[in-house]
T-cell receptor
Framework: AQKVTQAQTEISVVEKEDVTLDCVYETRDTTYYLFWYKQPPSGELVFLIRRNSFDEQNEISGRYSWNFQKSTSSFNFTITASQVVDSAVYFCALPGGNNRLAFGKGNQVVVIP | GAVVSQHPSRVICKSGTSVKIECRSLDFQATTMFWYRQFPKQSLMLMATSNEGSKATYEQGVEKDKFLINHASLTLSTLTVTSAHPEDSSFYIC????????????FGPGTRLLVL
């Protein structure tokens, strides 16, 4: 079965610091997708990225970057120069059977001004 | 990105009443929609998967007679919490997946239900 582990439950950083969120996954599939979602205090889950397991290139989108390491089954997420608006819960997810998404427990990021 | 709406965003009801929550995909057709429940400071718990025109598939432990799901069209799924009780108070969030073979689920803004 698919499993996603986000070991860090809550991370506090001072504004402008970088923060990296770890995601380790388990799957028996040879090809798969990985996702990151952001859940701000309002509750809505905002889609951030989808990564195909074929593509191991790191990706950068503004202050967000992702490091995919298939060899270690990790898909880590870094926020550079954090801002207060980055305060949210971030979920890593992996599709399982029947189109379900297996979510990690989430990383609560608190950015202190 | 694709937009999913959810209505109402917040509802307070008396114990014993039924509450209907709507989930709509606004700019794409969703062959599959998902209903999740989230308790404070916890991850999302999948309740059921609904496919347009067929019966929903419920996760183990979720009462299908308690949480009625209807997916009558490619853009609308509804979740009805029947005879709600205080323990049903939670954050309910839906997601939709398009029919183009894309794996991405797009989430609605969620509904906060408080049963008094």
């Amino acid at each position: 079965a698919q499993k996603v582990t986000q070991a860090q439950t809550e991370i506090s950083v001072v504004e402008k610091e970088d923060v990296t969120l770890d995601c380790v996954y388990e799957t028996r599939d040879t090809t798969y997708y990985l996702f990151w979602y952001k859940q701000p205090p309002s509750g809505e889950l905002v889609f951030l990225i989808r990564r195909n397991s074929f593509d191991e290139q790191n990706e950068i989108s503004g202050r967000y970057s992702w490091n995919f390491q298939k060899s270690t089954s990790s898909f880590n997420f870094t926020i550079t120069a954090s801002q207060v608006v980055d305060s949210a819960v971030y979920f890593c997810a992996l599709p399982g059977g029947n189109n379900r998404l297996a979510f990690g427990k989430g990383n609560q990021v608190v950015v202190i001004p | 990105g694709a937009v999913v709406s959810q209505h109402p965003s917040r509802v307070i009801c008396k114990s014993g009443t039924s509450v209907k929550i709507e989930c709509r995909s606004l700019d794409f057709q969703a062959t599959t929609m998902f209903w999740y429940r989230q308790f404070p400071k916890q991850s999302l718990m999948l309740m059921a998967t609904s496919n347009e025109g067929s019966k929903a598939t419920y996760e183990q432990g979720v009462e299908k007679d308690k949480f009625l799901i209807n997916h009558a069209s490619l853009t609308l799924s509804t979740l009805t919490v029947t005879s709600a009780h205080p323990e049903d108070s939670s954050f309910y969030i839906c997601s939709a997946r398009d029919g183009q073979g894309q794996e991405t689920q797009y989430f609605g803004p969620g509904t906060r239900l408080l049963v008094l």
